[in-house]
Nanobody, 126 residues
């Protein structure tokens, strides 16, 4: 059974950093694209970043501040978040989509991601 488990969220002051982890089980990362999404109260779930064997992507709102990476040996994807802002406050989810060779991953839509974790809360506040 394919499962995704997020961790690493917490409370941080503006300008601080957090590293989120997404541990996958039941499948091999190489054959999937992994996306990070977030949802704040009253807002739609939005794409933050994604990674596959051939591409990485970032939403404009986090580009230059967040970095996505993966460790295939550990079946884990990370999201390093620096220079955090209060507007980054949300529940962060990782999700998996089947990877197609030569096709970039996407943060523009949630439809292609069929498997989701439970989420981890990130709160940025002074």
């Amino acid at each position: 059974q394919l499962q995704l488990v997020e961790s690493g969220g917490g409370l941080v002051q503006p300008g601080g950093s957090l590293r989120l982890s997404c541990v996958a089980s039941g499948f091999t990362l190489r054959y999937y694209a992994i996306g990070w999404f977030r949802q704040a109260p009253g807002k739609e779930r939005e794409g933050v970043s994604c990674i596959s064997s051939s591409s990485t992507r970032y939403a404009d709102s986090v580009n230059g501040r967040f970095t996505i990476s993966r460790d295939t040996a550990k079946n884990t994807v990370y999201l390093q978040m620096n220079s955090l802002k209060p507007e980054d406050t949300a529940v962060y989810y990782c999700a998996a989509a089947v990877y197609r060779v030569g096709v970039a991953c996407s943060v523009g839509t949630k439809d292609q991601y069929n498997y989701w974790g439970q989420g981890t809360q990130v709160t940025v506040s002074s």
